[in-house]
């Protein structure tokens, strides 16, 4: 299924809130673009997503809508290793031990903990605190040399590296030093509603950004809901006219014009115009997306044998290097193995 010549890819996103269009563009557009050349495994962040408070049924409800949602955009499920993250036990485990090789000094400098604390003040749990060793897990489980993230993720990759880095100087080249992978454009689409924030999945503001299953007619009323700048010209400025170019740049995304065209074509024109145009090109954009994910999410055979493949062939990676690390630090190796 996979060709193991190729280096591997890792990434993964967290299934809590709705799927929406800064994640196709921050994210998923780019896992689309870089799967031939890499051995890609694309995890579902489930784990992770646990790190605050989730209802079971949401949760389940969005566990398979999230990996409809990687095929439906494009993942190929035939060439891609797609998984669920709780479905490798190696996570947890090789999470636990990098927990052993991190200073409690490091993840108090986390910026996204400190964010995270503050909004959620009554759940300040420990599982919060050490997320970004489990994400170190994630990436060090497989050996992967490149690994797609956020710009709000960046100092997480830092840290994978320095773990890894220890390790290696302390028992020898166990780990592969990952590379981050960030998207030059897109990687900051911004709040309909206030575009000096990051759209979110998790706002509890619905209007604030655009989900990959939202009703065509839904998706029109919230473009045109947007809030936009003074003045009337329509011109890529971030600084001076952050919603409009907000605007402008999911319009490049979204339909590949380029920035300067797009400002040409709406020269003379009102911000309304754009706001139209540009639910109608999402709207259309969306439609095929959503079709496969109805199709996908009609009864989950398909999808159940796409993670169980996942599953299966994550593990066997995640075994090996699990066990050159629980020999490393010294532990009788699994007794299964063991020739009696
Ligand atoms: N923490 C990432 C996010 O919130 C999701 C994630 C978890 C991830 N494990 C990962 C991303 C491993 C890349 C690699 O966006």
Not at 133 to 160: C, F, R, S, W
Not at 184 to 204: H, T, V
Not at 331 to 337: G, L, T
């Amino acid at each position: 299924m996979t060709n193991n010549s190729k280096p591997l890819l890792l990434s993964g996103i967290q299934p809590s809130g709705n799927l929406m269009i800064a994640n196709y563009i921050g994210a998923i557009r780019n896992w689309v673009d870089l799967q031939n050349q890499y051995n890609c495994y694309f995890m579902l962040a489930d784990l992770h997503a646990i790190t605050v408070t989730q209802e079971p049924q949401d949760l389940l409800k969005n566990c398979y809508d999230f990996i409809a949602l990687y095929i439906a955009c494009g993942i190929n499920p035939d060439q891609n290793t797609i998984f669920v993250q709780s479905h490798v036990s190696g996570h947890a485990e090789l999470a636990w031990l990098l927990n052993c090789y991190t200073q409690m000094g490091e993840l108090n400098r986390m910026t996204q903990f400190k964010d995270k604390s503050q909004k959620h003040a009554k759940n300040i749990n420990v599982g919060l605190y050490s997320y970004p060793v489990l994400m170190a897990a994630d990436i060090l489980l497989y050996n992967a040399d490149l690994v797609p993230v956020g710009h709000d993720q960046k100092q997480h990759l830092e840290l994978t590296r320095d773990i890894a880095n220890r390790i290696n100087n302390r028992h020898g080249e166990l780990f592969t030093i990952p590379e981050p992978y960030i998207a030059k454009s897109g990687a900051r689409i911004m709040s309909l509603q206030d575009p000096n924030s990051k759209m979110s999945k998790s706002d509890k503001n619905v209007n604030n950004y655009i989900g990959l299953l939202d009703d065509p007619k839904v998706i029109m009323k919230k473009f045109k809901k947007a809030v936009t700048d003074s003045g009337d010209t329509i011109r890529y400025e971030p600084e001076t006219k952050p919603a409009i170019s907000n605007l402008i740049e999911i319009r490049h995304c979204v339909t590949g014009e380029s920035i300067a065209d797009i400002e040409k074509n709406y020269e003379g024109k009102m911000y309304g115009h754009l706001k139209i145009d540009l639910a109608e090109a999402v709207i259309e954009f969306l439609q095929p997306v959503q079709e496969r994910f109805n199709q996908l999410r009609q009864d989950n055979t398909e999808l159940n044998i796409i993670l169980k493949r996942g599953q299966e062939e994550a593990n066997k990676r995640a075994e090996t290097i699990l066990n050159k690390m629980r020999q490393t630090i010294g532990f009788i190796p699994n007794i299964k193995n063991v020739c009696l």
